[in-house]
């Protein structure tokens, strides 16, 4: 049971240049979100998903695509990344039941130069 | 959007001493979750403790605290007998209903010092 996971962990990208964020999870969890977290801004949501074939804004989405066509699977993509998405990227995981907690992966550093 | 305040961005606490971090909120919803997480510099975010808006007792995790004032939209984290490795970065957050896809919202986040 590895929980969490998020490849890769590390990424330079030059401006303009595209990429595909991998999160993983192996505990049948229904709710995925993607995050991001800037120094002095805590963690802020990208998108998240409640189901398989399902995706929704968060706070930042703007410059972000995701998709979720596998239940253990969702992807952040950035089609042309600036510098202003250099940042920690953040996936979790949770039940849909109300009463338990999301389960975070190790994050993601990127780096748009 | 839910707004979480920390307002406390760097607290120190003496190593065996209690400290209080402060946590505020904004919203209209009212069936809620509360949480605090930990951050060490491996980056890992760790669950402490979390609180039910439903329920009036706070919770308690061993040396972990809440004090939750529903009506105050408050929710501080007493940490008891401080220990060296509960230095990190703590952040509150905020679960929205299910009605809105549990969304969470996180607070700037409190750097936790700890003097031995």
């Known amino acids: 049971n590895a929980g969490v996971t998020q490849t890769p962990k590390f990424r330079v990208l030059k401006t303009g240049q595209s990429m595909t964020l991998l999160c993983a999870q192996d505990m049948n969890h229904e709710y995925m979100y993607w995050y991001r977290q800037d120094p002095g801004m805590g963690l802020r949501l990208i998108h998240y998903?409640?189901?398989?074939?399902?995706?929704a804004k968060g706070e930042v989405p703007d410059g972000y695509n995701v998709s979720r066509l596998k239940k253990q699977n969702f992807l952040l993509g950035l089609e042309s990344a600036a510098p202003s998405q250099t940042s920690v990227y953040f996936c979790a995981s949770k039940r849909a039941v109300a009463t338990y907690e999301q389960y975070f992966g190790p994050g993601t550093r990127l780096t748009v130069t | 959007a839910q707004t979480v305040t920390q307002s406390q961005p760097e607290m120190s606490v003496q190593e065996a001493e209690t400290v209080t971090l402060s946590c505020t909120y904004d919203t209209s919803e009212s069936d809620y979750y509360l949480f605090w997480y930990k951050q060490p510099p491996s980056r890992q975010m760790i669950l402490v403790i979390r609180q039910e808006a439903y329920k009036q007792q706070n919770a308690t995790e061993n040396r972990f605290s809440v004090n939750f004032q529903k009506a105050a939209k408050s929710f501080s984290l007493k940490i008891s007998d401080s220990q060296l490795g509960d230095a990190a970065m703590y952040f509150c957050a905020y679960r929205s209903p299910p009605a809105t896809g549990n969304q969470f919202y996180f607070g700037t986040g409190t750097s936790l010092t700890v003097i031995p």
């Open positions: 998903s409640v189901g398989e074939g399902t995706t």
